[in-house]
């Protein structure tokens, strides 16, 4: 079968995880200029809130994943400037860091090319990086309370 078939509580859960979570990220970033940054908080909110068994949505992956390549977007963009192998350089390490670590979070490659795009520095990491993965744990926490059938994070 293709398609899981989902009951009305993970459908909820799901909805409300999303709503919550990116609907506050969002209004944030855009009230202070960060709207670049929606996307691969978008893709971590895939693994969050619709595939909450994989370990790439586990929280040691969702905040390492996103504060490495933080890092490392900062780091390539305070050497190198806005440039195309800024960009690269930065996904490349962002991607070797997460593998090294054990915190692989695909969304983490977007967030290293978005660091560079926004001219992020060291502060850049932990707002607005480290800041909207926070809201996206809390709402993933709260939300996937709705489901019976969910368990985040897993034990």
């Excluded at 969910?150 to 034990?155: A, E, I, L, M, V």
Aim: hydrophobic share 50%; net charge positive; proline share 5%.
């Amino acid at each position: 079968m293709l398609f899981k078939k989902l009951s009305l509580r993970d459908i909820a859960a799901t909805t409300v995880g999303i709503c919550g979570g990116i609907g506050v990220i969002s209004f944030i970033s855009y009230v202070l200029g960060y709207p670049l940054l929606i996307a691969s908080f978008g893709a971590s909110a895939v693994l969050l809130y619709a595939a909450t068994d994989s370990p790439l949505a586990q929280p040691r992956n969702l905040f390492g994943g996103h504060l490495i390549a933080a890092f490392c977007g900062a780091t390539f963009y305070l050497l190198f400037g806005e440039t195309w192998y800024s960009i690269t350089l930065a996904v490349v390490c962002a991607i070797l860091l997460m593998m090294w670590t054990g915190t692989l979070h695909p969304p983490g490659g977007a967030t290293a090319i978005v660091t560079v795009l926004s001219h992020g520095n060291y502060t850049f990491i932990f707002f607005p990086v480290l800041t909207g993965a926070v809201i996206l744990f809390i709402s993933a926490l709260l939300s996937n309370k709705i489901s019976d059938t969910r368990q985040y994070p897993k034990k």
